[in-house]
Every structure is written in structure tokens, then in C-alpha cells.
């Protein structure tokens, strides 16, 4: 069998048995906790919690994952062993509380023995060993011969965490033979012989804090099947890259590269294995939203993806080859992934980019590398601060800078790299925050009991409810107007009324899934089970329904104006403003951001009609309706239809016709991290007094520059800046011809001929002209200065020496450069070198001290 015949047989398989067969979820997980999707439940993980009631008991996937960062990382394993890959598929089915044991032992031995065919012979099962209950299960109903069903321990039970769901499992294995090692089982035998096809996770405790299991009111069922591995046993390979669509990626990445698989030694073939397999999780992870960048899943993103270029390097490639793998994998996979089909431009374009990037950076970072390693004395390791600065500064992996020095029998000094990259992420913000959670059984227990909070919101500003929930910072009501934060529109404010007390809502936001908390400030005088009327502050309210609508015909402006590979990656919808980010690869030029705001204007003075409504996600798809990134959708959605040409699911707040928006004015657009973009914007009121305020500083400002009127500021301001250049260039050669005045007062410091010394607050070139006239001074020979530069931007070190000298100008300050974090070419008479730890100047003019010999 193939592996689309396989996808397609294990869903068949079980939607005819009832489950509710859901397409793969986005490698982007709604888990905080994890980077990515790793394993087929993810996508079902609240619905075991019990933090959310799932809306079917059973279902079937074949999901999509990435195991390439944190602790789930197989990245350092691909292409030399048989079975590890970044991406791959995982088929599985699941039960919610319905079936248990009997079922899924049953359905999943009829599925490999009938369906793939497998030969019951040759398969071996393990339980927990406490799952009594699972042992006799396989001999007695299922008819699994007891010599053939072992028990095991740790490998035999899975825990979500160190409290909640646990329980047994149980795995199906598959025996290849004797040639591939020792018999015994999978318990006693060779692990390269007994390889495991099906993993059964019955979920029927919940762990304590105390390490006790309390058995769950209904105990669950989530499985979990390789497609690879098992497509390896049905087609009879030894290594998952034999089988039919990795053996084709190969083949594509042989052909761009070059290189005969039949003949290639076993490096080559790693590297061939490393672009298939890659090319599969760049693609799939990009056409899922995620961009390369130097944060959190961008990061592995782009690690991945500079890994394989750099074995296409290895083989000697010096074209692009990413985007010819993309297209392989979209031929290969396209038929079970039609998103992938459908972002197949997208996807290439941002891989290209990526890759001609990374290619720039792979020559200056080979550049810099070979001129520290020819510096570097025999037998010593690079420094770990040259890597992390080749890391840091100039993109260059690690990774990258071991191979490299390894081909060259050099060491990397990897605790010198760690520590320096320990001290930046002590000083720099975390890219990733996990909130510690809170106990929210109370909460839990509500919903339970009462059902989700009803939200009225959409068509009342005051509603009349009944307090379920109470305590001095929360309030939770049956029903209420209060928009809770979600979609990113903030959550509303108001007040809570009842028995004569009034409270004040600060803040509205999500308990759990469903549940509205209303975090107030004090709730005395308001009761359990009191009727009370909750209003929101309307006319805050109401700007944020301006401002959210904005957000969405900002982002169909966007995609007109720079293209459809437009995304968006987050926003903020308050009532002061509006902020979008989004997935571009450049600054957008003035002309492109007034374009944008002119789309954006033209709607709203059209004055369409805005619709907000519920419909099935299956016909959202059919009116074409963009999902906003982050947002979580279910069975049912809401569509918001903006205008004539927006749109998009939308969970919020929105204003009745686009005309209520008012005039929409970009404010503000930068990078706030690789290939993603940021818009901040406003709407209605806050458009005057913004244009009111700019009008106030420019009267302002023209007065202060003695302009007759604002009509006059921009000449007056001409004027004034080239007068202000004109003193900087009288000041910096007043400045220049003092510091070349000093040299004869510091070329009497020499210490045998060489003077060493600091001089702060010059530019560069005054420093280097500083240190020509002491050296073209009687008695020197040699000269090192440094000092930190004009405005505290940096350091400056300057070497110069005499013909005559018997030192070398580039020798000098090779360890003192690298000490300020710097570098620069040697050379043997003069020498020039930056850096940027002014603090470290002193300890490197000791080194260089040392290297002259007159410590």
C-alpha cells in the first residue's frame, strides 16, 4: 500500500465506526506550552482536561506534526537513523468519554491484520504492568496468543503531566525477522527488530499532587499510529526513507543537487535525507503561518530551513534548491493537503527568501570565520564569544560554525558560546512567556453546572442576570453583555447593579472556555444568586467596534495593495487604537502605507453594510472567509461580511455600516521581527485629535525655528539643519587637530618604543590619525589607542607600527578586538577594528599590553 492509500484506508476505517473524521489541525498549537503540534491529541487536549465539552465522542485524524524544538526535538537525529524525522503524520483515533479498552484493542487489531493485511504472526502486543484488565482483553477477546503479549513498565504509561489524565498504554509491534537482530519479544529482543506500529493510551485516572490516581468519572481512549513507520512495514523497507513518498523527495533532492544516490557515500545520502525531510516540515510549517524569524517557532523554523541549505552547500549546490524541493512536496502531498496546494506560491516565495538570504550570510559568515580560524594557535578551540558572534551578529548558526570547524579538526569552545548566550538572554526580554496556571476546577465545575455564559452583548448594552459566582476580585453572571478578551479585542468595562450597590468592572476575559469572569473592584453588597443589571460603558464600546472593523478592512487593504501572501499574525483592538501585525518582507514605502489608507477610507465613505453571522465552517470556507491567526474555530463560526470585499470569522464586536468607522489614519509601521510587519492605527474621534495635536507641535515648532509660518517650516527647517551640519564639521576638525596635538605628550609615554593608551570621545578616523602622528614620532614605533567613540556608540581600536617595527599592527589587537565584541581585517602596519563593549576597554588595551611585551 502507498501512503495515501494508507491515510485513506484508517479513515474510512473509522468514520465507518462512528468517529467524526476531522482534517488535520494547524502545526501551531492553541497549547501555550508547546511550539508545536507534536503528537496527534494536541488538537483534543481540552477536551480531555475537561476544560471544554467536546461537540462528538468520537474521532478520527490523520494529524500533521513537528517535533523540531524543545524538549520534543528529533532535529540533531534526521538522515542517520531509520526512523526519526522533523514532521510527520500521525493517525489516530480517539474516544471521549464513550468507548474503552475493548473497543480500541478490538478495531485496532481488525484494522492491521484485515484491513493492512498484516500477518498476526509476526505482531506482539505490550500492556502496563498493572493493566490486568488490557492482558485479558488481547488473549481472551481479541485472541492475541499470552506468549505473544509482554509486560512493561514506564514505556507502558503516559501522564499528560505531573498531575491530571494518566493512564496504561498499550502498543502494537511488528516483528521484521531474524536478520535484523535477537528474538524475545519487544520486551527482551532487538529494538531494530521489534518496531512499534500502534500505541493505545487509555486515560482512566487522574493523578493527584500527592501522587495518587482517582479514577475519572469517564475515561477516555487516544491512539496514536506512525503512518511512516507503519508504511515502512507494509511496504517492506527497513528505513522509513524507503518508502515511497520520502524515497521520491530524495529523488528530487538528487536531481537539484546532483548527486547519484546509487553511488554516493553514506554522507551524501544524509544530506539528500535532510532535504526531503526538511523540505516536508519548512513547507508544511510555513503554509501554517509561521515565518522565519529569531523568536520561539520562526526560530526552529529558520534553523530547519538553514540547515538544509547548508548540506546543499555541503554538496557542493551554490544555487537555490528550497523552492525546487517545495514543489516536490506539494506534488507529493498536495492530494491529501490542499491548503498546501492552494499557499504553494506563498510558500515558495518566503523558502526562496529565506534561502538567498541565508546563502549571503553562509559567504560573510565563512569570511569571518576562516580569518579567526587561521589566527587561531594549533590545537586551540574557536572561542565560544566568536560564535556567539557569528550567531548573533551575522545570523550564522551554530550548528553551521561546528561543521565548518570540524572539517578543519577544530573544537568550538560550546560552553564559552552558551554562556555568552545566556548573558543576552538575561539582558534581552523573553521571547516566550507560559502563564503558571491557576485552579480553575471552581470554574470548571459552573460550566458544568449551568451551562456557558450568555453572551448578549451583540444586541443589548444592560442585561438583567443572576449571579452564579462571587469573590472580592471576580464576578460571574448566567448571561451578560460584557464582551470577554478574546480575538484580540479587548474585554469590555462597566458596572454591576443590585440591592441599591453599584461595583465597577474593570475588566472582562475568558475563566475557562465559555465562562465570562468579571473582574471588579470590591463586591460588597452584591449577593449569590442576586439578580443584578450588568452594563457595559457603551460609548467605550463603541470605539472598539470601529477600531475592530478597521482591522479588517485594513487587512484586505494590505493584501491589495502588498499581496495575498498577506497574514495575519496578531492584533490589538482597544478603544485609543488599533494594531495589526502581519506577515511581509519589507518596510512598506510611503506610498504603499497612504494606499493602504486610501483603500481603507474609500470603504468606510462607501458606507457598506456590515453582516455578523453564525454558519457552519464548511460554508464560511465556501464564501471564501479569511481565519484570523490565533483564533480557535469550531463546527459553527461567525463571518463577519464587511463592505463589498472583506470576509474574514470573527467572534467580536462590529459597527452596523462601514461609515461608522469615520476617517482611519495609519500612525505608525515597523518590523517587530523577521518577515512579520506592524500597523498601528486610528479611527473616529481619536483621527481629530491626533491631526489637532500634530497641528498644535507644528505651529509649535515653527515658532521655535523663527518660521514666519507653518507654510514656511519646511524651508526654515532646511536652513537650519545645514547650518547645523557646517558647526559639526567645524567642530570635528577643531576636535581633530586638538587630539593630533596630544601626540607628542603621549608618544612620551612610550614603554620601549610602544604606546599604549586610551583616548574616549574622538570618531574613528580621528583616532586612527591620532595614532599615525604619535608613531611618526621620535623613540615610537608602535601605537595602540582605543576608546569608546563620539556619543558613546561603540569602540575604536587603532593600531599602527613603523616599518621598522618588529611588531605586527593586526597582532596587536587580535585578542583585544574580540574582547570589546568586535572585529575587523588585520593588516600589518595599520589596523582598524570596532566593537561594542565599552566596558571591556581597559582589559583589552592590557592584552595588547601583553602581546607588545611591556606588561
Known amino acids: 500500500m502507498k501512503s495515501n492509500e494508507v491515510r485513506k484506508a484508517f479513515t474510512d476505517f473509522f468514520v465507518e465506526r462512528e468517529h467524526n473524521h476531522q482534517p488535520s489541525a494547524s502545526l501551531i498549537p492553541h497549547d501555550p506550552t508547546l511550539l508545536f503540534t507534536v503528537a496527534g491529541m494536541v488538537p483534543f487536549k481540552t477536551y480531555f482536561t475537561g476544560e471544554e465539552i467536546p461537540p462528538y465522542q468520537r474521532a478520527v485524524t490523520i494529524q500533521k506534526c513537528v517535533r523540531a524544538g524543545g524538549k520534543h526535538n528529533d532535529l540533531d537525529e534526521i538522515g542517520r537513523t531509520k526512523r526519526h524525522l522533523t514532521f510527520f503524520e500521525m493517525m489516530g483515533n480517539f474516544s471521549f468519554g464513550e468507548y474503552f479498552k475493548r473497543d480500541a484493542c478490538a478495531w485496532a487489531w481488525e484494522f492491521v491484520t484485515d484491513v493492512l493485511g498484516l500477518d498476526k504472526d509476526r505482531l506482539w502486543v505490550t500492556v502496563h504492568l498493572s493493566d490486568d484488565e488490557a492482558a485479558e482483553i488481547w488473549e481472551h477477546h481479541v485472541g492475541v496468543p499470552a506468549e505473544r503479549i509482554q509486560r512493561l513498565d514506564e514505556d507502558n504509561y503516559w501522564k499528560m503531566g505531573d498531575v491530571g489524565p494518566c493512564g496504561p498504554c498499550s502498543e502494537i509491534f511488528w516483528d521484521k525477522g531474524p536478520?535484523?537482530?535477537?528474538?524475545?519479544?519487544?520486551?527482551?529482543?532487538?529494538?531494530?527488530?521489534?518496531?512499534?506500529?500502534?500505541?493505545?493510551?487509555?486515560?482512566?485516572?487522574?493523578?493527584?499532587?500527592?501522587?495518587?490516581?482517582?479514577?475519572?468519572?469517564?475515561?477516555?481512549?487516544?491512539?496514536?499510529?506512525?503512518?511512516?513507520?507503519?508504511?515502512?512495514?507494509?511496504?517492506?523497507?527497513?528505513?522509513?526513507?524507503?518508502?515511497?513518498?520520502?524515497?521520491?523527495?530524495?529523488?528530487?533532492?538528487?536531481?537539484?543537487?546532483?548527486?547519484?544516490?546509487?553511488?554516493?557515500?553514506?554522507?551524501?545520502?544524509?544530506?539528500?535525507?535532510?532535504?526531503?525531510?526538511?523540505?516536508?516540515?519548512?513547507?508544511?510549517?510555513?503554509?501554517?503561518?509561521?515565518?522565519?524569524?529569531?523568536?520561539?517557532?520562526?526560530?526552529?523554523?529558520?534553523?530547519?530551513?538553514?540547515?538544509?541549505?547548508?548540506?546543499?552547500?555541503?554538496?557542493?549546490?551554490?544555487?537555490?534548491?528550497?523552492?525546487?524541493?517545495?514543489?516536490?512536496?506539494?506534488?507529493?502531498?498536495?492530494?491529501?493537503?490542499?491548503?498546501?496546494?492552494?499557499?504553494?506560491?506563498?510558500?515558495?516565495?518566503?523558502?526562496?527568501?529565506?534561502?538567498?538570504?541565508?546563502?549571503?550570510?553562509?559567504?560573510?559568515?565563512?569570511?569571518?570565520?576562516?580569518?579567526?580560524?587561521e589566527s587561531l594557535s594549533e590545537g586551540a578551540p574557536l572561542p565560544g564569544d566568536i560564535a556567539f558572534l557569528l550567531h548573533d551578529t551575522y545570523g550564522f548558526p551554530l550548528e553551521v560554525t561546528q561543521e565548518i570547524t570540524q572539517e578543519r579538526g577544530v573544537d568550538v569552545d560550546v560552553e564559552g558560546f552558551r554562556s555568552a548566550m545566556a548573558e543576552q538572554q538575561r539582558q534581552a526580554k523573553e521571547a516566550r512567556k507560559v502563564a503558571a496556571a491557576g485552579d480553575t476546577s471552581h470554574l470548571t465545575a459552573l460550566v458544568d453546572e449551568y451551562g456557558e455564559t450568555d453572551f448578549t452583548g451583540r444586541d443589548e448594552v444592560s442585561s438583567q442576570a443572576t449571579v452564579l459566582y462571587i469573590d472580592d476580585e471576580i464576578v460571574v453572571l448566567d448571561r451578560t453583555p460584557f464582551y470577554a478578551e478574546s480575538g484580540g479585542q479587548i474585554g469590555d468595562t462597566g458596572t454591576i447593579s443590585g440591592g441599591g450597590t453599584t461595583i465597577d468592572v474593570t475588566d472582562t476575559r475568558y475563566g475557562v472556555p465559555g465562562l465570562h469572569i468579571h473582574e471588579v473592584t470590591g463586591s460588597g453588597g452584591i449577593e449569590l444568586g442576586q439578580t443584578v443589571t450588568a452594563t457595559i460603558d457603551d460609548e467605550r464600546r463603541a470605539a472598539i467596534r470601529r477600531n475592530h472593523t478597521a482591522t479588517h478592512i485594513l487587512h484586505h487593504a494590505l493584501r491589495e495593495v502588498l499581496g495575498d501572501h498577506v497574514k495575519q499574525q496578531g492584533s490589538y483592538v482597544g478603544p485609543d487604537r488599533l494594531r495589526f501585525d502581519f506577515s511581509h518582507y519589507e518596510g512598506m514605502t510611503p506610498e504603499q502605507v497612504a494606499a493602504v489608507e486610501d483603500l481603507v477610507n474609500a470603504e468606510v465613505l462607501d458606507n457598506g453594510s456590515c453582516r455578523h453571522f453564525e454558519t457552519t465552517m464548511e460554508t464560511a470556507e465556501q464564501l471564501g472567509a479569511i481565519a484570523f491567526f490565533g483564533d480557535k474555530y469550531g463546527d459553527v463560526v461567525r463571518v463577519l461580511e464587511a463592505g463589498r470585499h472583506s470576509v474574514e470569522l470573527c467572534g467580536g464586536t462590529h459597527v452596523k455600516a462601514l461609515g461608522d468607522i469615520g476617517q482611519f489614519r495609519i500612525v505608525s509601521e515597523g518590523s517587530i521581527g523577521s518577515n512579520i510587519r506592524r500597523v498601528e492605527a486610528l479611527t473616529g474621534t481619536a483621527t481629530i485629535a491626533r491631526a489637532r495635536q500634530m497641528e498644535s507641535m507644528v505651529t509649535s515648532a515653527a515658532g521655535t525655528l523663527g518660521a514666519q509660518s507653518t507654510l514656511d517650516l519646511e524651508e526654515v527647517a532646511a536652513t537650519r539643519m545645514a547650518e547645523i551640519k557646517q558647526l559639526h564639521r567645524e567642530l570635528a576638525r577643531l576636535k581633530q587637530q586638538a587630539a593630533v596635538g596630544q601626540a607628542p605628550q603621549l608618544a612620551a609615554t612610550a614603554v620601549d618604543g610602544v604606546v599604549v593608551a586610551r583616548v574616549d570621545d574622538l570618531e574613528r578616523d580621528s583616532l586612527r590619525d591620532l595614532a599615525v602622528s604619535i608613531r611618526d614620532q621620535d623613540q615610537v614605533h608602535a601605537v595602540v589607542l582605543a576608546g569608546a567613540l563620539a556619543g558613546g556608540n561603540g569602540v575604536a581600536l587603532v593600531s599602527a607600527v613603523t616599518p621598522e617595527s618588529p611588531l605586527n599592527a593586526g597582532v596587536l589587537i587580535n585578542d583585544a578586538k574580540t574582547t570589546v565584541g568586535g572585529g575587523g581585517k588585520p593588516a600589518d602596519d595599520l589596523a582598524v577594528a570596532g566593537g561594542k563593549h565599552v566596558e571591556k576597554i581597559d582589559e583589552a588595551l592590557e592584552q595588547v599590553r601583553a602581546a607588545a611585551g611591556i606588561e
Not at 532487538?190 to 482512566?204: G, P, T, Y
Not at 527497513?238 to 553514506?266: I, K, M, N, R, Y
Open 179 to 373: 536478520e535484523f537482530g535477537d528474538d524475545g519479544g519487544p520486551e527482551h529482543g532487538d529494538e531494530d527488530r521489534f518496531i512499534e506500529i500502534w500505541n493505545l493510551v487509555f486515560m482512566q485516572f487522574d493523578q493527584q499532587a500527592d501522587g495518587s490516581k482517582v479514577p475519572l468519572p469517564k475515561p477516555s481512549i487516544d491512539t496514536g499510529m506512525g503512518l511512516e513507520r507503519t508504511v515502512s512495514v507494509l511496504q517492506g523497507v527497513d528505513s522509513v526513507w524507503d518508502t515511497d513518498e520520502l524515497f521520491a523527495l530524495q529523488g528530487a533532492a538528487a536531481e537539484l543537487t546532483g548527486v547519484d544516490p546509487s553511488t554516493a557515500p553514506f554522507e551524501q545520502l544524509v544530506s539528500l535525507r535532510i532535504l526531503a525531510d526538511h523540505a516536508r516540515s519548512t513547507s508544511m510549517l510555513v503554509s501554517d503561518g509561521v515565518f522565519p524569524s529569531n523568536e520561539a517557532r520562526g526560530y526552529v523554523l529558520r534553523r530547519i530551513l538553514r540547515r538544509a541549505v547548508r548540506h546543499a552547500y555541503i554538496l557542493g549546490v551554490e544555487t537555490a534548491v528550497m523552492g525546487g524541493m517545495v514543489d516536490a512536496v506539494v506534488e507529493i502531498m498536495g492530494p491529501d493537503y490542499p491548503d498546501l496546494v492552494a499557499n504553494h506560491a506563498f510558500v515558495r516565495d518566503v523558502i526562496d527568501r529565506e534561502e538567498v538570504r541565508f546563502r549571503e550570510t553562509l559567504r560573510k559568515g565563512q569570511t569571518i570565520l576562516d580569518e579567526q580560524l
